[in-house]
């Protein structure tokens, strides 16, 4: 697609996506999909339920099970064959009450030809976000133009082979460059989680922070001193070891944060640690078994004093929520340390460019570590109610986003999150240009050495 094409694509996509859009009724009522909702010249679509029946599609696929990525999925969906990770499949037969005939898991890592899509195969890939997530890439010839846009590709017919790895929602990671599906390949068209796509969004490495919260929670139910508390005098000192059982003076209880799908990772390097169970309500209990993650099934009691580590929805982690979440266990645990896990959490110091060169990004953020000292007590902390926000994501740093980009070969990003206005995507489209303009001033596609196999 030319770039004035892809303009006007764009500029058909924010018709069809503006919120006061209505559909008409010619259209049976049907919202258009967007371009970029359909794979161009494959009759395969990804992340678009809520588009109902799209023209031409033969195939839809699902990254994940967050609303936004499933919105309109439901026991009604009779559109067609949707294909997934194992777990994705679980979760919504579970959640949603898909008919199981419409649901085709994929196995991890293993190219399979996709059914009625004229020979595209495609590989799933550990995405690094929620459970269950997936990357795709997708490997086939044009044969049709499928969906709703008004603009072909000319290459329909053609015996050319094209590449394109749809990131869904990821957490950037190396692992993803030399996957043996990817390392070594041209992708022509990368869809891109943009959700973090600016200079201001640079927070830690997901590992780092997994570490730091297991390592504060032990040294803080250790009553081991630590550095974290700026706000206020520690009650830790008093806090018994876990080994003494907190016979006379109680218990500390440590409650975790989580969306109804992701941040368990946080969770179980705490109870590993602590040497704890897990406990939380039945509907969140359900939903972890759909994860087929045994490691963390072992972990799990549906009893609430038998465990140190409760998993609690993300909204319950604040001093006041948490008070009233402690009073159920009045006489059992009368002391609380809180994790509040979210990507909104870090804020970059005053005065940061928010324009800086791409090999200045690459030099300033490389080599910072984040340990426990770093986690900050929140200011409505009280002595009995400690709560930390932790700057943890599942989606990909600025930082990120940028090494990703400099490690692969690829000729086309397109942008995923934050479309809606021209304005968003110009500032993302800047950073692509850059992204670009550095890999061909080097030379190379393999510019970044990463510090670790799980992160840059």
Same mark, same amino acid.
């Given at each position: 697609?030319?770039?004035?094409?892809?303009?006007?694509?764009?500029?058909?996509?924010?018709?069809?996506?503006?919120?006061?859009?209505?559909?008409?009724?010619?259209?049976?009522?049907?919202?258009?999909?967007?371009?970029?909702?359909?794979?161009?010249?494959?009759?395969?679509?990804?992340?678009?339920?809520?588009?109902?029946?799209?023209?031409?599609?033969?195939?839809?696929?699902?990254?994940? +099970?967050?609303?936004?990525?499933?919105?309109?999925?439901?026991?009604?969906?009779?559109?067609?064959?949707?294909?997934?990770?194992?777990?994705? *499949?679980?979760?919504?037969?579970?959640?949603?009450?898909?008919?199981?005939?419409?649901?085709?898991?994929? !196995?991890?890592?293993?190219?399979?030809?996709? !059914?009625?899509?004229?020979?595209?195969?495609?590989?799933?890939?550990?995405?690094?976000?929620?459970?269950?997530?997936?990357?795709?890439?997708?490997?086939?010839?044009?044969?049709?133009?499928?969906?709703?846009?008004?603009?072909?590709?000319?290459?329909?017919?053609?015996?050319?082979?094209?590449?394109?790895?749809?990131?869904?929602?990821?957490? *950037?990671?190396?692992?993803?460059?030399?996957?043996?599906?990817?390392? =070594?390949?041209?992708?022509?068209?990368?869809?891109?989680?943009?959700?973090?796509?600016? &200079?201001?969004?640079?927070?830690?490495?997901?590992?780092?922070?997994?570490?730091?919260?297991?390592?504060?929670?032990?040294?803080?139910? *250790?009553?081991?001193?630590?550095?974290?508390?700026?706000?206020?005098?520690?009650?830790?000192?008093?806090?018994?070891?876990?080994?003494?059982?907190?016979?006379?003076?109680?218990?500390?209880?440590?409650?975790?944060?989580?969306?109804?799908?992701?941040?368990?990772?946080?969770?179980?390097?705490?109870?590993?640690?602590?040497?704890?169970?897990?406990?939380?309500?039945?509907?969140?209990?359900?939903?972890?078994?759909?994860?087929?993650?045994?490691?963390?099934?072992?972990?799990?009691?549906?009893?609430?004093?038998?465990?140190?580590?409760?998993?609690?929805?993300?909204?319950?982690?604040?001093?006041?929520?948490?008070?009233?979440?402690?009073?159920?266990?009045?006489?059992?645990?009368?002391?609380?340390?809180?994790?509040?896990?979210?990507?909104?959490?870090?804020? @970059?110091?005053?005065?940061?460019?928010?324009?800086?060169?791409?090999?200045?990004?690459?030099?300033?953020?490389?080599?910072?570590?984040?340990?426990?000292?770093?986690? @900050? @007590?929140?200011?409505?902390?009280?002595?009995?109610? @400690?709560?930390?926000?932790?700057?943890?994501?599942?989606?990909?740093?600025?930082?990120?986003?940028?090494?990703?980009?400099?490690?692969?070969?690829?000729?086309?990003?397109? +942008?995923?999150?934050?479309? =809606?206005?021209?304005?968003?995507?110009?500032?993302?489209?800047?950073?692509?240009?850059?992204?670009?303009?550095?890999?061909?001033?080097?030379?190379?596609?393999?510019?970044?050495? &990463?510090?670790?196999?799980?992160?840059?």
């Amino acid at each position: 697609m030319s770039s004035f094409k892809e303009n006007e694509a764009w500029k058909e996509a924010t018709v069809v996506e503006d919120k006061s859009f209505r559909p008409v009724k010619a259209n049976g009522g049907r919202r258009k999909a967007p371009f970029y909702k359909v794979l161009q010249g494959m009759p395969i679509a990804v992340d678009a339920f809520r588009y109902g029946t799209i023209p031409g599609v033969t195939a839809y696929f699902l990254t994940h +099970a967050h609303s936004d990525h499933y919105t309109n999925l439901s026991s009604s969906w009779k559109s067609g064959p949707i294909y997934c990770s194992q777990g994705t *499949a679980n979760l919504i037969i579970h959640m949603l009450s898909v008919d199981r005939k419409w649901v085709r898991p994929l !196995p991890m890592d293993e190219p399979t030809v996709i !059914p009625d899509t004229n020979g595209v195969q495609v590989t799933l890939i550990e995405a690094n976000h929620c459970p269950g997530s997936c990357i795709f890439l997708f490997e086939g010839r044009q044969t049709m133009n499928a969906g709703d846009s008004a603009f072909q590709s000319s290459f329909v017919g053609s015996s050319r082979v094209f590449r394109y790895l749809h990131c869904g929602d990821f957490r *950037a990671s190396p692992r993803h460059i030399v996957h043996p599906a990817v390392r =070594g390949k041209k992708i022509d068209h990368v869809y891109l989680d943009t959700t973090y796509l600016h &200079p201001k969004y640079t927070f830690p490495p997901q590992p780092l922070v997994i570490s730091a919260c297991a390592e504060l929670s032990r040294r803080l139910l *250790a009553g081991e001193p630590t550095t974290t508390n700026r706000t206020m005098k520690s009650w830790l000192p008093s806090v018994p070891s876990i080994k003494s059982g907190f016979e006379k003076k109680g218990r500390t209880l440590v409650v975790v944060g989580t969306y109804s799908i992701g941040k368990e990772r946080v969770v179980k390097a705490v109870a590993r640690v602590l040497d704890s169970k897990i406990y939380c309500d039945a509907r969140k209990t359900a939903i972890l078994r759909c994860q087929g993650d045994a490691a963390l099934e072992a972990l799990l009691t549906a009893d609430p004093l038998g465990a140190t580590v409760h998993l609690v929805p993300l909204g319950t982690i604040a001093t006041d929520r948490l008070k009233e979440y402690m009073d159920k266990f009045k006489g059992v645990f009368t002391r609380t340390v809180g994790f509040r896990p979210t990507g909104w959490t870090y804020s @970059q110091p005053a005065g940061t460019d928010q324009m800086p060169s791409i090999a200045s990004i690459l030099a300033r953020t490389s080599q910072k570590d984040f340990t426990y000292t770093d986690l @900050q @007590q929140s200011p409505k902390s009280t002595p009995v109610i @400690q709560v930390y926000g932790v700057p943890y994501s599942e989606h990909s740093s600025f930082y990120e986003l940028t090494c990703f980009a400099m490690s692969f070969s690829w000729t086309k990003m397109i +942008a995923t999150v934050n479309v =809606g206005s021209e304005q968003s995507r110009g500032k993302m489209t800047k950073w692509v240009e850059r992204w670009e303009a550095e890999r061909k001033k080097r030379g190379v596609d393999n510019i970044v050495t &990463p510090r670790h196999e799980d992160y840059w």
